[in-house]
């Protein structure tokens, strides 16, 4: 199967010519969208959410990943490889926290190259016939060639304390995974204490509760309403745990 | 054929796990979504929208439904069968429409229990691992038993004088079935009377008109403009029938 | 393959009961969407957009467009075969930009009927069956007669200097081609000067730029931020070109 995980939306053009392509490389892989809208040019956020939804995929599934605000500059291409599945994309840090909760792990720079190669289109040119070729069972040997790991460049926390993404019900995402934090601990976002519970239904209508998601994250919620236009919470936002 | 209606939205991760899970667990058979807007965490107003868009689906079709506020709370997981289609989902009255123009109806409660079941996430832990074993060809007997239906408790109308669903254009259609009301009814709408008309481009631009959408709700639009915005219409807004 | 553009949306339940339909006829065949939100209601705009897109995918390509401001009213429904794609849909336009590009073109009315026709949605009942078809590898003369073309009556120019599509960044393409523009032309939009760059990269964060496109449209964009709300650039804006 192949997964994708990009910020091109799902109505315009990008996400149906990504489609198109894997079709057309791998005609009997099924393809599904996972996020659409992870945080637009945003990887830091991105790597994140990414590690925390990757890994309920069964192994040897490829992951097509596209959050690529440098695309026609001069950041690498890469296929990073984490315990069975594989991940193509670019090197801009989106795959930092997979690789660094894998127990195995390896990078390789892509080498292949399409006839054609747009400048700012290298989801559709690039990345998905790599993706696809690598469903079809091409070993990722035959596309790219080992690359050194230079994410402690970027030194990413091992969790991210900020909002990470908004979803459709208004509920926001932390990058905080929600095992590690006390049972008891409280999140504070835009100045709001927010206390744990452990489903919506357990809080009044209107109360803000943080709990850990179906995906392992430390997710806040209203019951009934919400989050983020309650409490003003968008990508990016800090938040702080007290203990 | 399974198809999806939900309120989870497509973009987000949660139609795509559903997706993922569904092809996982019956490779062969095709999904497509037929909502994944419907009314966010509403019942009622999903009950009359199901109702009038899943019979538009050949019998043998499961319909993996899930409009479930009360998720990880006591409501139960429901099997419906009506008039030959399935329909998977939480009982909270969102089959009740459906199974009341229904010739021939039964329901079971759902006893399969996945390996793991988050609390948040029904949709993708167990009804779509039910949906699709249905879809396969298993009978609802191996995974669910014969339940009472309570849909009397709730007593639903027949029909619903409210707007149960904003579509894309802006046009507002009604939980009223337009071949039950007479053909020259008007309707009333935030104080707007409206009247019938068969096409938009029967009317001049800009004016509002009700007419018998192609799934037989009786919808409310303007030609040329939005109804939504220009009426102030909204979802859970009432309407009333002058004869 | 079968890809639609439409101005559906996708969530809602239009491109859903199209992809049954699609399913249902013609079961082996691929779809994808490639625009689901095609300027709406609007054929002119769409067709320079739809003639950009469309020669993307390979000969044999069965397109499905449905931009229908006049559907119930007497515009005729049609096939176009264009350097061997075929396009379903409505004759009002939409096929105008794509058949005179054309090196070789043919229009079929299409005069099949299914046997239930609703008023509103052809798209569904009439378009998606036709399209399937041929798909599936019936040809046009089964299920449509050969036409006259009536584009000259719209007489719309070879080029659309006008904002034809807001993509999900906030990217605004117009309806320029943009290698037929000079290589140091600037647009004006909205009173703003805007000079070329050949990539987002390559410019200053909050810079406009122009740049053709993976498609070669002319669009403008801003790096690291959206040109739409920036520049308050909307469909159907005009552009003027400062060679």
Same mark, same amino acid.
């Given at each position: 199967m192949i997964a994708l995980f990009t910020d091109f939306g799902l109505a315009g053009p990008y996400t149906g010519q990504v489609m198109a392509t894997l079709h057309h490389v791998a005609p009997r892989v099924p393809v599904v969208s996972l996020f659409a809208d992870a945080p637009s040019a945003r990887p830091k956020p991105s790597a994140y959410l990414l590690a925390a939804y990757a890994v309920w995929f069964p192994p040897g599934t490829v992951l097509l990943c596209v959050v690529d605000p440098g695309v026609g500059g001069a950041r690498r291409a890469v296929v +990073?490889?984490?315990d069975g599945r594989f991940y193509v994309g670019p090197d801009n840090g !989106?795959?930092? *926290?997979v690789q660094r909760r +894998? $127990?195995?792990t390896r990078l390789w720079e892509i080498s292949w190259r399409p006839e054609q190669l @747009?400048? @700012?289109?290298? $989801?559709?040119? !690039?990345f998905a016939p790599v993706a696809a070729r690598l469903a079809a069972g091409e070993p990722a040997a035959a596309l790219a060639k080992p690359? +050194?790991?230079r994410s402690a460049s970027r030194a990413w926390p091992d969790d991210l304390a900020e909002i990470v993404y908004i979803d459709h019900y208004g509920n926001a995402m932390t990058g905080l995974r $929600?095992? !590690?934090l006390a049972q008891d601990a409280r999140l504070v976002a835009n100045g709001r204490k927010i206390a744990p519970a452990a489903t919506f239904s357990a809080m009044p209508p209107g109360e803000a509760l943080?709990?850990?998601? @179906?995906n392992g994250l430390a997710e806040i919620a209203l019951n009934s309403a919400r989050a983020d236009t309650t409490l003003e919470? +968008? *990508?990016g936002g800090k938040v702080m745990v007290e203990a």
């Open positions: +990073a490889e984490a !989106l795959f930092d *926290i +894998a $127990g195995e @747009s400048a @700012s289109f290298h $989801g559709r040119d !690039l690359a +050194a790991n $929600g095992d !590690l943080w709990y850990t998601n @179906s919470l +968008a *990508i």
